[in-house]
C-alpha cells in the first residue's frame, strides 16, 4: 500500500518490496573506456562486481543503437566495414570529425577484439550479476538515432542509410527524430522485431527492456493515435515470445518500458501504459526525460493511479545532467546531493525505483564520481537518504508530443512589483538541519535583492546574502534565504517572489543541509 505525500489519497498495488535503483550500462561506455586493456573473461565478468552489495537491483545492459556491439546475425555490429590495420580515416570513420574518431574507434576496435577472441561480453555481465544476486535485464534501444546529421556515420545501419523512405519526416531535418525510423510501417517493426528474437534466443535474461525514449519520437506526427494500437500489438506480440522463452529457460521473463515522463505526453507520442499494464503486458514502466536535464518533478501519483490494480513496478528515471531551462549553455551534471534530492522526492511520492540513465562509472557519468559508490549504496531507499544534505533544484520537462504546449518555469521574467511563484517537489522534511531557499537572480545588485520580497509557501524569508553556490550552479549571482523547518511542507514548497525592479529568475532550489 503506497500513500501520496501530496493528495493523500491510498492506491493499492503490489509491488516487490523494497525500493532500490536499476542502472543502465549503455551500448558503448565499456568499450570505449577499456580501450587498450588486456581484456579476457574474467577481467570482464568483474565490471559487475563494483555493483554486488549496492542498492542496485536490476542490471539494465544495453546491446545496440542502430547497429550491435556483439556479433548480431540479424543486424549490423558495429564493427562492420573496419579494418583494424586501416588509419583513422578510413572509410568506416571518414565522416567522424577528427576530434571524434579515436573515440570512436576505440568502441569498435574493442567490441571487435572481443568477438574474435569469442568473449560475448553481455553473456559474461548475466552470469556474474545473478552470482551477485542482482536482476540482469537486456534494454533495447527501439529507435537510435545518434548521429544522424551524418548519414555516413559509423553507427549508423545500412537498413536505416538504404531506406529513407521509412524515417518518421521527409520533409524537413530540424531535429534528429524528424530522421528516426516510422512505427507505422510494417517493415520498420520486423526490423526491429528481428532483434527481439535474436536476444531472446542468445542470452537468458530476466526481464527485457523496451527503450521507446531512445529517442521518443515513432510515428509521422499526427498519426500518433493510431500509434497507440500499433505499439499495444507490438508490445503483446514481444511478451507472447517471451512467454515461449519462458517455458525453454524455466524462470519468469519480465518485459518493461521507458516512456516520458508525463501520461499525457506519452499518449500524445503513441504509448498506452496503462493499457499495457491492464492487459499484464508489462511488468516495469520507467517514466523519464530524454536527456535535456533531470526532472525532478515527475508526476508519479498520477503513474501510480493509472496503475493502479496492477503488479507493474514503477520506476522513475533520472538523466545525469542537469539544466534549469532549455536556453542554458551550462551542460553540468548531477552531484551526490542533487541525486539525493530529486532521488527522495520521487520515492516519498511513491517511486518503486530509482533508475539511473547516463551513470556509468567513467567518461559519462556525475560530475562528483567519488561519490558513485555513496550514490549507490544510497539513492534507491528513503531510509539512507534520510538525513543527509540534499539539494532540489527546479528544472523542467524535456519532451512533448507534436503541438503540446510546453510549460517551461525558468527563465522567469520578473516585472516590477509583480509577484512569480516557483513550485518545487521536496519530498520528506528533514527532523533535523538547516535549510535554504536558493535563487539565481540576473538584473539586480545584491542591495536590490535585499529589498525583494520573498516569501515560502506564504511566510516571509530573510535575506541570507549573496553565496557562492558549488556545481551545478546558474551563470547569474545566486542568493540564499535560510529557512526554518517548520515552514516547510511534505511534498510540494511554493516560493514567491516580488523586486521593486523588472529582473529575472534563473535558479531556484530548495536545499538541507
Known amino acids: 500500500m503506497l500513500r501520496s505525500s501530496a493528495t493523500g489519497a491510498t492506491a493499492q498495488r503490489t509491488v516487490p518490496p523494497p525500493t532500490g535503483l536499476c542502472l543502465n550500462e549503455d551500448n558503448s561506455h565499456y568499450f570505449s573506456t577499456r580501450a587498450g586493456q588486456t581484456l579476457n573473461r574474467e577481467t570482464v565478468a568483474s565490471w559487475v562486481d563494483q555493483y554486488a552489495h549496492t542498492q542496485v537491483r536490476e542490471l539494465m545492459l544495453c546491446p545496440n543503437s542502430m547497429r550491435t556491439s556483439y556479433d548480431s546475425k540479424v543486424w549490423d555490429p558495429i564493427w562492420k566495414g573496419y579494418d583494424p590495420d586501416g588509419p583513422d580515416d578510413q572509410p568506416l570513420l571518414a565522416s567522424t570529425p577528427a576530434a571524434a574518431r579515436k573515440g570512436a574507434r576505440n568502441w569498435i576496435h574493442t567490441a571487435w577484439q572481443l568477438q574474435r577472441a569469442g568473449i560475448d561480453p553481455y553473456q559474461l555481465w548475466i552470469e556474474r550479476a545473478r552470482r551477485h544476486g542482482i536482476s540482469p535485464w537486456i534494454s533495447m534501444r527501439m529507435n537510435d538515432v545518434h548521429n544522424v546529421d551524418d548519414e555516413r556515420s559509423y553507427i549508423h545501419s545500412e537498413f536505416w542509410r538504404q531506406n529513407p523512405q521509412l524515417r518518421r519526416v521527409n520533409y524537413r531535418l530540424d531535429r534528429s527524430a524528424d530522421r528516426a525510423f516510422d512505427y507505422g510501417r510494417a517493415e520498420v517493426r520486423e526490423h526491429h522485431f528481428k532483434l527481439i528474437r535474436e536476444l531472446a534466443e542468445r542470452y537468458d535474461f530476466d526481464g527485457l527492456e523496451l527503450d521507446w525514449m531512445r529517442f521518443g519520437y515513432h510515428f509521422q506526427p499526427g498519426h500518433e493515435r493510431a500509434g497507440l494500437e500499433i505499439l499495444t500489438e ?280
Open 234 to 513: 507490438f508490445t503483446a506480440e514481444v511478451r507472447r515470445l517471451l512467454n515461449v522463452w519462458e517455458k525453454k529457460r524455466g524462470h519468469k521473463i519480465r518485459l518493461g518500458a521507458r516512456v516520458p515522463s508525463r501520461p499525457q505526453t506519452a499518449l500524445g507520442l503513441g504509448y498506452d501504459p496503462a493499457t499495457w499494464a491492464r492487459k499484464k503486458l508489462i511488468d516495469m514502466l520507467v517514466v523519464t526525460p530524454f536527456w535535456a536535464s533531470v526532472e525532478t518533478d515527475m508526476p508519479i501519483e498520477t503513474w501510480q493511479e493509472l496503475l493502479r490494480g496492477t503488479s507493474v513496478t514503477l520506476a522513475a528515471g533520472l538523466e545525469v545532467l542537469i539544466r534549469t531551462h532549455p536556453e542554458s549553455k551550462q551542460f553540468q551534471k548531477n552531484t551526490l546531493e542533487t541525486v539525493r534530492g530529486a532521488a527522495s522526492s520521487l520515492l516519498d511520492r511513491g517511486a518503486d525505483r530509482i533508475y539511473l540513465f547516463n551513470y556509468m562509472d567513467s567518461q559519462t557519468a556525475m560530475d562528483d564520481l567519488e561519490n558513485y559508490p555513496t550514490l549507490l549504496r544510497e539513492a534507491g531507499r528513503a531510509d539512507t537518504l534520510q538525513g543527509k544534505a540534499r539539494r532540489h533544484v527546479l528544472t523542467f520537462a524535456d519532451t512533448w508530443a507534436p503541438g503540446e504546449p510546453s510549460a517551461i518555469p525558468l527563465p522567469a521574467q520578473c516585472p516590477a512589483d509583480r509577484w512569480r511563484a516557483f513550485r518545487l517537489a521536496t519530498g520528506p522534511v528533514p527532523t533535523g538541519g538547516v535549510a535554504f531557499a536558493r535563487l539565481g537572480v540576473e538584473g539586480l545588485t545584491e542591495a536590490d535583492v535585499a529589498n525583494c520580497e520573498v516569501r515560502l509557501n506564504g511566510e516571509a524569508c530573510k535575506f541570507g546574502g549573496k553565496i557562492e553556490l558549488k556545481t551545478p550552479k546558474p551563470e547569474s549571482p545566486v542568493y540564499s534565504f535560510p529557512v526554518p523547518l517548520t515552514m516547510l511542507q511534505r511534498g510540494y514548497n511554493v516560493i514567491e517572489f516580488a523586486s521593486k525592479r523588472d529582473c529575472r529568475i534563473t535558479w531556484v532550489e530548495i536545499a538541507f543541509a
